[in-house]
């Protein structure tokens, strides 16, 4: 085309000149409530698509930029923002998309609101379409327990059978979930929480007991998601051959193993730039209690099979999660690929085309 016929991005933006699409093609977005996810949702689905993203994610077939924080002190809380890519393989969609998530652990007493909540926009990467905006509080507690069940396929010693949560809110239910979805529901389940109310709600869901934090350290795998920085687990509680999934550690400062556990342990990381700085492991790094050359290897080495643990009877294994991108993006995938056969939720005109 001459020079004089092509529009300037001006033109475009005060709507002189139309972008055009084809017209087979919707451009609507899918909006999918927290009800929506939920009704959707299946927990085996949720880890194998978090165990593919950590695959991928070590094999290089996506993109996950540093999270970003925004620090709230005078709110107590804080904002994230997680963008990822992946790529399509196997069958499964290349896929973007950003998560806008925040950590306001005071919520639930000061608000009466979850201390997380989040929105995902889903795109498409060929067109930048935004194919989905969906709830993001579900997904995140989705993805976390199915890391946690993904670490403990391939961490925790062969023929586990009890496994003890230390904090015993909605994501202790999420990660019992995942876990008997490879474990199957023989899994002893006992939880323990400073607030005797969480604990007793989180065992009735469960099917299982109270116990003190002591018991729930001593299962055969151990999951904590505490908010706070207080450890909450003594090297002494651990018993031999144990497996922990630290998941509450998220920001510098955070810790909630005795840090004689790390040293006497195989530590698994989700990724390493997130671990060293807001991880399990950042505080006894900061403090000399921990070397860097301890860690042994990423879950994504351990899935590809690139890593090896030792699983000897006596072995500890930890595996500190910080939450990754890649996961959010691939369970969104999923998400919306079900709502898009099953046609669930509401299509909007979001963006003018």
């Not at 995902?120 to 379409?129: R, V």
Request: aromatic share 4%.
């Amino acid at each position: 085309a001459a020079r004089g016929d092509v529009p300037s991005l001006y033109a475009v933006r005060a709507g002189k000149f139309p972008i055009p699409m084809p017209s087979d093609r919707d451009t609507r977005t899918r909006i999918l409530s927290a009800s929506d996810v939920r009704s959707l949702l299946s927990m085996e689905k949720a880890v194998a698509a978090v165990e593919r993203a950590f695959a991928d994610h070590t094999r290089g077939l996506a993109q996950m930029p540093a999270k970003v924080y925004l620090s709230l002190d005078e709110h107590a809380g804080d904002f994230r923002a997680m963008p990822s890519y992946v790529e399509g393989h196997d069958g499964a969609r290349p896929a973007a998309g950003v998560k806008w998530v925040n950590s306001h652990p005071d919520n639930p007493k000061r608000h009466g609101l979850p201390s997380v909540m989040g929105v995902y926009i889903l795109s498409d990467p060929a067109t930048a379409l935004p194919l989905a905006v969906l709830d993001a509080t579900v997904l995140t507690a989705a993805r976390t327990g199915a890391a946690a069940a993904v670490a403990s396929k391939h961490l925790a010693k062969p023929g586990a059978r009890t496994i003890g949560f230390i904090g015993s809110g909605v994501q202790a239910r999420y990660m019992l979930d995942a876990h008997r979805g490879v474990y199957g529901n023989e899994l002893e389940a006992p939880p323990a929480d400073i607030q005797p109310r969480a604990a007793q709600s989180c065992a009735s869901a469960g099917g299982g007991r109270v116990v003190s934090a002591l018991r729930a350290a001593g299962c055969d795998i151990v999951c904590t998601s505490t908010p706070g920085r207080t450890r909450a687990v003594e090297r002494a509680w651990v018993r031999p051959g144990a497996h922990l999934n630290a998941m509450g550690a998220d920001a510098p400062g955070k810790q909630e193993l005795d840090a004689a556990i790390l040293q006497s342990a195989i530590i698994v990381i989700d990724e390493h730039h997130q671990a060293t700085h807001s991880g399990e492991i950042n505080v006894p790094l900061s403090t000399g209690a921990l070397r860097q050359e301890q860690i042994f290897a990423t879950l994504g080495e351990i899935v590809v099979g690139a890593k090896k643990p030792d699983r000897s009877p006596d072995a500890i294994t930890v595996f500190d999660s910080t939450g990754l991108a890649v996961q959010d993006v691939a369970l969104a995938r999923v998400l919306f690929d079900d709502a898009t056969a099953r046609d669930h939720g509401s299509l909007v005109a979001l963006v003018a085309p």
